[in-house]
Structures are given as C-alpha cells and as structure tokens.
Nanobody, 123 residues
Framework: QVQLVESGGGSVQAGGALKLSCVAS????????KGWFRQAPGKERELVSS???????TYSDSVKGRFTISLDKAKNTLYLQMNTLQTEDTAVYYC?????????????????WGQGAQVTVSS
C-alpha cells in the first residue's frame, strides 16, 4: 500500500516559520515529480511548489522567496520549509507525487496524496 504521511503542521504567528514533512512508503519518490498543494477554506486547491526527478523546483508567485521544497532520498521524505508566513498562507497542505507507469515508461501527474496538514497563521 503506497502511502504519503505528512507532519509538521500547526499554528504560528505571522512572520514565523514551519517545516512540513512528507514520508513516502515504497519508492514512489524515485522517478516522478513531487509537490506540495494547499487548499484554503472556500478556495480551490493550488500547487504551491514542486520538485522534479532532476531536482528542478517550481514555486507559485505567492510563496516564491519564502518557501523552499527539498527531498531527502535516503529518508524518502519531502520537505517544505515555510518562512515569513502570512495569514494568507493559512490552509490545509497536501503532499503529492506522480506514479511511474512501468509499461508506458512515463509518470502520471498526481496519483498519490497525503492526508493533509493544517497550517494556521494568525496576525
């Protein structure tokens, strides 16, 4: 059973920092793009940051310069370091990963999802 398990959410004041972790079972972090999404109340889920198999990272404009995505392959763990948090960052954060399709030799986009971690930033 493939699983993504997140941790590190919590409550923090504006200007503070949190670090989210996402541990993957199996080798699902091996080949495909991994990422962090978030969903605020009443809003659609949005991609916050991603990291591809070659290490290329992307960030949404709203978090660029404040958040850093990283991957520890030895620990099968994806991280999201969030600095200078703002009240607008309040949301449930999800890690996600693509799935390697062996016979087609390609990745799906986002097949695996974590359960979500609440991040609340107060003013």
């Amino acid at each position: 059973q493939v699983q993504l398990v997140e941790s590190g959410g919590g409550s923090v004041q504006a200007g503070g920092a949190l670090k989210l972790s996402c541990v993957a079972s199996g080798s699902i972090f091996g080949r495909c793009t991994k990422g962090w999404f978030r969903q605020a109340p009443g809003k659609e889920r949005e991609l916050v940051s991603s990291i591809s198999s070659d290490g290329t990272t992307t960030y949404s404009d709203s978090v660029k310069g404040r958040f850093t995505i990283s991957l520890d392959k030895a620990k099968n763990t994806l991280y999201l370091q969030m600095n200078t948090l703002q009240t607008e960052d309040t949301a449930v954060y999800y890690c996600a990963a693509g799935k390697w399709l062996m016979f087609q030799r390609r990745c799906t986009e986002w097949s695996y999802w974590g359960q979500g971690a609440q991040v609340t930033v107060s003013s």
